[in-house]
């Protein structure tokens, strides 16, 4: 690379981390692309010349909210508790790096797009980008032996579920530890679903983008 093209990576990085503070400090509502320029110290031609639509900014601001929730499972797989078996640590793990702001401004925006065909656009793209890095992390905080065990990819798609469920009904019982008794419940009946014969219609294994 050349030191320009450093340079406008640089400015590139430093707009979507701007955007990303903002979305994880203000929310989707209250997050303008003038903010988001202002925040970043950056020119409104500077802006709209890595990123011309507000959908485009907020796709890679998606991009890396993953990148970011992605290093949260890494520091949690870090600070486990000692003495969990493979498939409590790795929902344990899972279940943790869901309470992080940055994990929540992820699903706000998914939630956005609903009604908004363009930022959906957007965003598949940006999460298609990184799934396979994501479900690479999670092999990685069940462990080799989990990750080969029957009903394997049964049990990922269902914790992915759950934890994002939790993340949502959160926001209803904040604060209240009532709910995560469904952790623990969940660990037991994972044990039970991988003991089993395997299913016959396991889910497809995410690909790249590319």
Not at 142 to 150: C, K, L, P, V
Not at 180 to 201: F, G, H, K
Request: net charge negative; proline share 5%.
């Amino acid at each position: 690379m050349t030191r320009r093209d450093e340079q406008r990576a640089a400015t590139a990085s430093r707009i979507v981390e701007a955007a990303v503070e903002c979305l994880v400090a203000n929310g989707f509502a209250a997050t303008s692309t003038v903010e988001v320029q202002n925040r970043a110290g950056v020119s409104r031609g500077a802006l709209l010349h890595h990123f011309p639509t507000r959908e485009q900014l907020f796709a890679a601001a998606v991009h890396r909210l993953v990148e970011l929730n992605l290093e949260a499972m890494r520091e949690e797989l870090a600070g486990a508790p000692p003495g969990l078996d493979p498939v409590a640590r790795g929902i344990w793990v899972m279940r943790r790096a869901s309470t992080r702001p940055t994990f929540g401004t992820e699903l706000e925006l998914w939630g956005a797009s609903r009604a908004d065909p363009n930022l959906h656009a957007a965003l598949r793209v940006a999460e298609q980008a990184v799934r396979k890095d994501l479900y690479q992390m999670i092999d990685e905080i069940f462990g080799t032996e989990i990750s080969q065990a029957a009903n394997y990819q049964v049990l990922v798609e269902l914790s992915v579920q759950l934890v994002r469920g939790l993340s949502i009904t959160s926001l209803l019982y904040r604060g209240d530890p009532g709910r995560e008794p469904l952790i623990e419940e969940w660990t037991r009946v994972a044990r039970l679903l991988l003991a089993q014969e395997p299913m016959s219609d396991q889910p497809e294994r995410p690909r790249s983008a590319s």
